[in-house]
């Protein structure tokens, strides 16, 4: 059962949720359908610690009374919930295995396998986890080379932050396309959206 | 209505403010964009969304609407064309109802579109990076005249099983010396997921292959979404000794003399004669604008577009 | 001009939009229906609409027939499209049709069963004449019913206690309230379908589409052999609990048509033989519907009951698929947008076989005359 919500100091959600929501929404739409283009939502947002404007914005898009939101365990119970739930009102679950949506920090990535999360059913591959990454950001970190659906040639981004085991267990995930997670990583005011077609080379520093 | 909402649609007439921007309710719009987003992750894939009613009836564009009406916003500019042309009635009616919902600039031209809704063709002006085209989609399924059952169907692209889809084309080979599908002609996606392209012409599968727009597709009656990225490898199926081929005219365009589109065949009496015209309505204007004539551009055809065209503006 | 029917759609569709109108309106010298005159006095069509267009609401059903020109499936459909626009709060406790305010009860089981058997508001032994008294203009003193001296009873037992002490029937399992209810308003068809799903897909299934179906039952076709075990007709309270009540709320009473159909199971190793039941109900009074409905439900049962069968009434995909009297209508009938593109595509490929026919044939033609010249030399 959910805890009473805790409404003093919560931050505000969108200033005008129909616009606001369809512009992210579009943002979205480019990043999924161009895998490592970089796109700018959620500047406005003032989001509670522990959430940045990115990943908050995509919760306040896509999440409602029909998705199960997993948090990672230093998430929960304080303002990120409260202001979640208030602003969403989506059900919260700490069963990865059901989440539609996950939201992980890079630093709180160890403890939880991707394999975790659900991989979609073969005759449903779109029930699969989305997975949002917080970031720090996307050019200081190891280069990783994307190819796939949606890149004309390749893309290039360099997240701050995601260890190189976040990839290689990914990559084992979605070597059994249809199956596998498909990630957005978070950063500050700007989103790359990684879906499972995508294929990742990692080039390092 | 809240005050946020009727604020979002500050140009609407207060009698359409009943309804809030771009018509569905903003949890529909929510279940849609998931669905959206799962599809491009999974190119070619079906995805079940739970597609409500529409004000227009099932079979008359509910899956193109609904796609629309969830990714639509004020700084669009919407383009709807039916057969090819802007000047069908049931393209007029959806381009209306967008232009009242949604407050949209709408426009023929494609190029100047970033959201294009059809209904049986791809234009003829190549799409470009950050357009999306919506297709109309009556049945989703490329298997389902092959095996009438979902159960059955779901499970054969579960496992990537289309020998039963191979097996029909050999079939027509046999029958006809040829591949006799000619429109919705089934293609394979990334070399994954077997989808139908909607019943375009067989003549508009190349331009989906390695494309710059995004593609939805919306079935609303079957409630099933699905999508092609940009950059995606589109396939028309076919055999090494049975190539996949378009179709071609002998004929070129009446009105501008176009010999590389889609043509229609106009009845002009019931004697057999008949002229060929450009299906795409905007790529033939545009054409005879810029000077390009066919054999009987001065047919009167010609004369009753612009005439429409004027008193509609 | 054959295509300037299909261009030139502005123009053409503001103009069509008017003359339906003066169509819907008919002849301005006779006085306008109002939509309470079709609620109270085309009561039956307003609870198919109501019921094949989920939504309880009398006036926007009368409102919606009004403004379909009688066309149910078309008022069906506005009713629908509004619906769609609706918030949603959420789903009803389930309803005690035990509690029923019964207006019309009637077993075909039993010559007699507890509470008795209340004809009620039936067509059932009208003799079908036309009655001209209706006829005439400024209506006639309807002559009131009498009224029973003898009180009904508040609760009348359902079929089910009727048998319940001997275990003749198959139980009926209580509603798991903790899960929600498929909604297939929210989510599309998904196979195997429950019993939910099912229901819900019946519910608001096409009359005809089902009396069909049903009647094909009845002659043979996944026969189910029924029996009506209780028609019951009357209100049902309906109740609702908010989240941040946590208590239950009543909302309305609804008037609703119940049908439970008895067909007989052989029981197998662990079950002995008994009646099971197909279930049927609707908004409003629909008899047709609520019994075909049943029918159709205990029939989808095939696979549950292990029984195999292969007829149109036993296979839930063909069913639940064609039942929606809005998707039907609307996909038969866009058939009749331009579909010229791919007819051309068509066209195209048929000239062309055609072509090879008849050049095959003048050549085999032009070889039989060269061999019939050479035998003759």
Known sequence: MNAPLNLAELRPGFFEPVRDSQSVFRALLTATAQPGTQVELGKALTPPVGLNQTAAAVLLTLADQDTLVWLEPSLRGGAVESWLRFHTSCPLTERAEEAAFAVVSDTALAPQPLSAFNQGDAKYPDLATTVLVMVQNLETGGKLVLEGPGIETVAEIAPQGVPDFFWSERAELVAHFQFGIDVMLCAEATLVSIPRTTRIQIKGE | MTATEAYSRPNAAPEDRYYTYAYLDEQTKRMIRRAILKALAIPGY????????????YGWGTGGIQLTAAIIGPEDVYKCIDQGADDTTNAVSIRRFFATVADVATTEDTGEATIIQSRHRIPEQPLADGQIMV???????????LEPRETETR?????????????????????YGRIAATAGYPVMIDERYLMSPSPIPKFDNPKMHMNPAILLFGAGREKRIYAVPPFTRVRSLDFEDYPFETQSWDEVCALCGANDSYLDEVVLDDQGQHMFVCSDSHYCADRRAKGHAGPMAGHALAHIETEIAAEEA | MAYVAVKGGERAITNAHAWLGEMRRGD?????????????????????????????DPDLAALAIKQARGDLPEAIFLLRAYRTTLPRFGASTPIETADMAVQRRVSAAFKDIPGGQVLGPTFDYTHRLLDFKLAADGGHEVPPAQVSEEVMPTQLATIAQVFAHEGLLEGDP????????????????????????????LARGDEGFLLSLAYSSQR??????????????????VGFTPDELGFEIELADLPMTECIMLSGFAGSAEQAPQYTRGYGLTFGHNERKAMSMSIVDRALRGRELGEEGQAPCQDEEFVLYHSDVVEASGFVQHLKLPHYVDFQADLQFLRRLRREFFDAKAKALAEQAEHMKEAAE
């Open chain 2, 46 to 57: 079906q995805v079940p969304f739970g597609s409500r009613e529409m004000p227009v009836p």
């Open chain 2, 135 to 145: 297709f109309q989609v009556p049945q989703p399924e490329p298997l389902r005249g």
């Open chain 2, 155 to 175: 499970a054969m692209h579960a496992y990537g099983e289309y020998g039963l889809q191979y097996v029909s084309l050999y079939e027509n080979i046999s029958a």
């Open chain 3, 28 to 56: 301005v010298a006779v006085p306008e229906l109002s939509v309470a005159q079709i609620r109270e006095q085309m009561g039956l069509a307003v609870d198919r609409v109501m019921a094949e267009g989920s939504c309880y």
């Open chain 3, 174 to 201: 209580v509603t798991d309230t903790s899960a929600q209810p498929y909604d297939l308003t929210r989510e599309p068809m998904a196979f195997p379908a429950d019993r939910d799903q099912r229901l819900q897909a």
């Open chain 3, 220 to 237: 043979g076709w996944g026969s189910t052999h029924p029996l009506c075990g209780e028609i019951r007709m009357g209100e049902v309270s």
